[in-house]
């Protein structure tokens, strides 16, 4: 059981928050740099298991917001998530014990490190959404009853701002219009709760999880073992249980654009094997389903990963061309979230999808 | 000299802020419904003279924000501001000494008087426009120096926010988009400063202004003399001086839309005078310039009002519709606000407008 997250880790971390990300969430790599940064200057940071977690510790979510396009040519300080850390407490009059991701993938399972890091604060090994979603209101938090507000949010250039708004999805909504107006991308913290509440509301393991799948990745590399081979087998050994490769081919076409804060479009797949119809991927930040000739192959919240053919790493949507190749990777999220309360808030209804989601591997749910 | 606004006041004031609205500011009619039920409540409020104002006051400007269209489509519950002013208060540690109206013209002349009857709190006679103009920043407060930040921000639902942005025209790009994702209008209190700053950067007795102005009409209306004439001798005897009618005519064309925030267009008046040219009026909330045949009759940062022929009562913007018959009456704002760092922030530049500033009734300023 790892106790501490180290220089070491951060490799690992970001190629399995990148399959986490599922194609978005941001390009872990740029929050890599961060953390490496505040950990050399600050040491490791004590990662706590969610079942260890006191009662009365007082805990935050926190983490970036804003389109992945716009974090790779808006740079981040670095101070911003300091900054709405320190709003928070000011603001809310509480010491913060340890921080919780509120997203396991991309950039956002290493921000909270890079500020836990800075303050000699642990982080949770645990989030709100055991994965990437595009919006504020779709955390495991929120489902289970934690207010959204106060919110605590930052801009790279010291702008600051605190919304106390009555629902998680409005919260979302004032909190997207902010951040547009910072530019396309800031940093907040929210969803503040006590140590008992945390145990209860979030998905656990998720920060050792990403850190399993990048060891995986990499041990499979070194020993000359199929990396999606000894992924599948390594998700099966954890509460998520289920992945597969539903696809492989050719990305042939990507339409993509920023509309109302978000990265949203079409990624279109040519299978290599001939006379197979096209797999297209719909994506709101995240890729949220995938359908071949009509047939959903999978849908959120299960996670869709393109994995390059060649390195095996994820793509994350906003480095998505013309002509790379890839596999499609499905997870299954653990039951947490596949309650019925859960898909409410973030199952394909929630992004305006038609189809009823379908748990990868096990049949329709009602 | 007035000591307090009492209910008998409230229908002159309502007719002295409608002009010096200069067909923004929001319709005053929303804001004297609200102040007389919070004056009948809670007894007349205490106003102060700018010059007598205690060095150490803690002061607060406050008001709404918004389009005025969406304001009469959208009935405030008349708690919004109370909840701006808790939350300033709250987050700043400062207990207020009196609150000041951040313009004196239209709705926003009676919002603060809402507030300070509702906390027993004193209001300035004073305000930070001279009149109303459609963006935060556009204040002498800035011009003279005070931060505008922190922003306290509320809407009709309960939700709030407070903003520290590093400039006044970027809390202004901020707070806008949040009132537009707050449903395009808000209540907002900021520009805090003490009793000494407040001597200095504000534009003086303009809350008796806008009830002499409602006096006068009044009085001549019951005299059976002109209300224009009246109007024009009226404002020779303040620091503002120079009132004439522009022009007179039949409102032809309304081209109007909501954009960014604001009541945007252009309205065409046919003059009664036959062969005369059209006059164009430009808006963004408020009147900006009135143009005819290629000439400037009249330019901000100086009013410009449109007086029903037959009434003589201000028409805002949102009222706005053909065939209505109105006289332009035109009033140069006093000296502080004719200053090149005040041109610089509501001269016809800040508003993207290419002529130079003309003074109604002066040479021009280079």
């Known amino acids: 059981m790892r106790t501490h997250i180290t220089l070491d880790d951060l490799d ?3 190629v399995g928050a990148a399959i986490l990300g599922t194609g978005g969430g941001g390009d872990p790599y740029m929050g890599k740099l961060m953390t490496r940064a505040a950990i050399e200057a600050h040491g490791p940071v004590r990662l706590i298991p969610l079942d260890e977690l006191p009662d009365a510790f007082n805990i935050v979510a926190c983490g970036a917001m804003g389109a992945p396009t716009i974090l790779i040519e808006k740079l981040p300080s670095g101070e911003e998530m300091g900054r709405a850390l320190d709003l928070y407490e000011r603001y809310t009059g509480r010491t913060l014990d340890a921080l919780i991701p509120f997203e396991a993938g ?15 604060l642990p982080v949770v090994d645990a989030d709100g959404m055991g994965r990437a979603f ?3 209101e779709m955390e495991t938090f929120n489902v289970y009853g934690v207010p959204a507000a106060p919110v605590a949010i930052a801009d790279e250039r010291g702008n600051t701002g605190i919304l106390e708004v009555k629902s998680a999805a409005k919260s979302e909504w004032i909190a997207r219009g902010l951040t547009i107006r910072m530019g396309g991308q800031s ?3 929210n969803y503040g709760m006590d140590g008992a509440t945390c145990r209860r509301v979030s998905v656990p393991g998720t920060v050792s999880l990403a850190l399993g799948i990048g060891r995986t990745m990499r041990e499979a590399k070194a020993q000359h073992r199929d990396g999606l081979e000894s992924l599948i087998e390594f998700f099966a050994g954890t509460h998520y249980e289920e992945a597969k490769v539903v696809g492989s081919g050719k990305v042939v076409d990507v339409s993509r654009r920023v509309q109302n804060g978000w990265s949203v479009g079409i990624v279109t797949i040519e299978p290599f094997r001939r006379g197979e119809e096209p797999i297209r991927i719909q994506i709101q930040n995240e890729n949220l389903v995938a359908e071949q ?3 959903i192959l999978a849908i959120v919240p299960d996670l869709i990963s393109l994995l390059d053919v060649d390195t095996g790493e994820a793509i994350t949507t906003e480095r998505l061309r013309y002509g790379q190749r890839v596999n499609i990777l499905a997870v299954r999220v653990p039951p947490i979230m596949r309650t019925p309360e859960a898909l ?5 209804k929630a992004f305006g999808l038609d189809h009823a989601y379908r748990p990868l591997g096990l049949l329709p749910q009602r």
């Open 12 to 14: 690992d971390l970001a």
């Open 106 to 120: 991309g950039i956002n399972s290493t921000i909270p490190l890079m500020a836990a890091a800075k303050r000699g």
């Open 134 to 136: 595009p919006q504020l």
């Open 187 to 189: 940093f907040i913290a």
């Open 293 to 295: 000739a009509g047939e």
């Open 344 to 348: 409410d808030v973030f199952g394909p």
